[in-house]
């Protein structure tokens, strides 16, 4: 059973910047997609950013150029660089990876962008 486990997520005033971390337990980590979503009460969740092992990255609109997707082939790990956060960014962010049409879900921390 593949696991994800997430952490960096908290309070951050406008215009911060937090960095989230995702393990994932697996020995074919180069295998997967990986991305992080985010959902707020009453909506749909979203595709905030993905990046395939090759490093090939794909991002919402609303937040290119303020968002970086990483991951550490590695560490088995991917990460989520926020700057210039905005209060419009506060939701629980979720790690995902993908394999094939397999989806996995981290438990999600939450981010809040407030003064």
């Known amino acids: 059973q593949v696991q994800l486990v997430e952490s960096g997520g908290g309070l951050v005033q406008p215009g911060g910047s937090l960095r989230l971390s995702c393990a994932v337990s697996?020995?074919?980590?180069?295998?997967?997609?990986t991305g992080w979503y985010r959902q707020v009460p009453g909506k749909q969740r979203e595709l905030v950013a993905s990046?395939?092992?090759?490093?090939?990255?794909n991002y919402a609109d609303s937040v290119k150029g303020r968002f970086t997707i990483s991951r550490d082939n590695a560490k088995n790990t991917v990460y989520l660089q926020m700057n210039n956060l905005k209060p419009e960014d506060t939701a629980v962010y979720y790690c995902?990876?993908?394999?094939?049409?397999?989806?996995?879900w981290g438990q999600g921390t939450q981010v809040t962008v407030s003064s």
């Open positions: 995902n990876a993908r394999i094939g049409t397999t989806h996995y």
């Open positions: 697996t020995r074919i980590f180069s295998m997967y997609v």
């Open positions: 990046i395939t092992s090759g490093g090939t990255t």
